[in-house]
């Protein structure tokens, strides 16, 4: 039987597929700028990724994804949550690791099932180097993510996340939030406590474990330096 943290993930991959409107558009948020370079047919790099020779993971079938989507929107209906609620809805994520990993994991942020602690090491417009954790639910709530999944502004750790380091001015910052407090006195390195179920979530990638009910992704940089994603489950799906 899989663990809460895996169905969680696995529900919120299946629910993400409601931004696309066909299977095209499916094959096509697989497809890269250079893969459409070298091939020079889109047609051809839709196939190409529909047997696996192109895109992340083993693509669904056209039955597949019909299914799939099928039964994802009769999730939001059963649960009063229209698909345009969520901010990645019809966006075009390009090939950005951080977008399309945020995409997947909007749907159980916004519903308190999951509450993901993003950190992340980047450039700010400056060239400066700062990094953060960010409380991703918290985050949604307070700010417009359709800026950020159109990619018309970058997404970036700021002076009021949980965490905010800025390498060069050696500024530090620490916020508590709507979802977790900030331990700071931890000889290891930062901790923050869930004030829903009051567990503890332990960041540092050498510790034996993140804690309970919680789980570590590293996804490709991409345009950032590194990054790292905390996933919480906070609530069971009924």
Request: glycine share 6%.
């Amino acid at each position: 039987m899989p663990d809460e943290g895996t169905s969680l993930q696995s529900l919120a991959n299946e629910v993400n597929l409601t931004q696309y409107k066909t299977y095209e558009d499916y094959l096509d948020s697989q497809i890269t700028p250079t893969d459409l370079f070298y091939l020079e047919d889109k047609e051809l790099a839709r196939q190409l990724v529909e047997l696996g020779y192109r895109g992340s993971g083993e693509p669904l079938k056209r039955d597949e994804f019909e299914n799939k989507k099928k039964a994802a929107e009769n999730f939001r209906l059963q649960r009063g949550v229209p698909t345009k609620a969520l901010a990645n809805y019809g966006k075009n994520l390009g090939d950005s690791p951080l977008l399309k990993a945020l995409a997947d994991r909007e749907e159980a942020n916004r519903a308190g099932k999951l509450t993901s602690i993003v950190f992340l090491r980047t450039l700010n417009s400056r060239g400066q180097e700062i990094s953060g954790y960010i409380d991703y639910a918290h985050r949604l709530k307070s700010d417009d993510f359709d800026q950020y999944f159109s990619r018309a502004r970058k997404f970036l750790p700021r002076p009021s996340d949980l965490s905010f380091y800025n390498w060069e001015t050696q500024s530090c910052m620490s916020n508590a939030t709507s979802n977790f407090q900030v331990i700071t006195d931890n000889e290891h390195g930062l901790l923050f406590k869930n004030k829903r179920d009051r567990k503890i979530i332990d960041v540092d990638p050498e510790a034996p474990s993140p804690g309970d009910n919680t789980t570590c992704e590293f996804i490709e940089p991409g345009e950032h330096l590194q990054v790292l994603i905390f996933d919480h489950a906070t609530r069971r799906f009924g």
